[in-house]
């Protein structure tokens, strides 16, 4: 079966440059959520969309943008990287707000390293 | 906000043996649904079970099962004839059923280890 695919898988930035991660959501779900998870801590929400709309925001920096495209596949843009940026991010998707399954499915995660 | 706690921060059980992970969450809703979820080193996320807060009947899933309790809000994980597979860190999660494109909110996780 066909999983959440994000790219790249690991990345490393220097200090003040700017990353773009990808997130492309298995077929037929609409709803994309992203994920950072620092060193040795639990997974802290971002941000999602819906139908190409932003549902809901969580912690995001003002660094930080992102967005969801016709095909659905998202986008997370961080601009003015911090070594504290330095964290597994994950994409997550679900399918169609009205079914029962209420389950997200994870991506692999991006590791992004901030030197 | 919700929130969601997991209070044993590393756990140890022998191989073949039971070991019970707990977790607890603070809400004010009544339709909600929770989820244990494993992150092995490969750090990708893997559910293992989940529960629908509507449903008395405690989820099942081969040798993973949980105890729901409503009332007290607890919302723990056992998982019987442990495996050295098992051993992961596992997370607790929350989501509201109101809306159903709802974030989760994650515990601060259990480090699993299973001896052999």
């Known amino acids: 079966a066909a999983g959440v695919i994000q790219s790249p898988r690991h990345l490393i930035k220097e200090k003040r440059e700017t990353a773009t991660l990808k997130c492309y959501p298995i077929?037929?779900?609409?709803?994309v959520y992203w994920y950072q998870q620092g060193p040795g801590q639990d997974p802290q929400f971002l941000i999602s969309f819906y139908e190409k709309m932003q549902s809901d925001k969580g912690s995001i920096p003002d660094r930080f943008s992102a967005q969801q495209f016709s095909d659905y596949h998202s986008e997370l843009n961080m601009s003015s990287l911090e070594l504290g940026d330095s964290a597994l991010y994950f994409c997550?998707?679900?399918?169609?707000?009205?079914?029962?399954?209420?389950?997200?499915?994870f991506g692999p995660g991006t590791r992004l390293t901030v030197l | 906000a919700q929130t969601v706690t997991q209070s044993q921060p590393e756990m140890s059980v022998q191989e073949a043996e039971t070991v019970t992970l707990s977790c607890t969450y603070d809400t004010s809703e009544s339709d909600y649904y929770l989820f244990w979820y494993k992150q092995p080193p490969s750090r990708q996320m893997i559910l293992v079970i989940r529960?629908?807060?509507?449903?008395?009947q405690n989820a099942t899933e081969n040798r993973f099962s949980v105890n729901f309790q409503k009332a007290a809000k607890s919302f723990s994980l056992k998982i019987s004839d442990s495996q050295l597979g098992d051993a992961a860190m596992y997370f607790c999660?929350?989501?509201?059923?109101?809306?159903?494109?709802?974030?989760?909110?994650f515990g601060s996780g259990t480090k699993l280890n299973v001896k052999p």
């Open positions: 999660a929350y989501r509201s059923g109101v809306y159903n494109f709802n974030k989760f909110y």
């Open positions: 997550a998707s679900s399918p169609d707000g009205t079914s029962e399954n209420n389950e997200q499915f």
């Open positions: 529960q629908e807060a509507y449903k008395q």
């Open positions: 077929p037929r779900h609409d709803t």
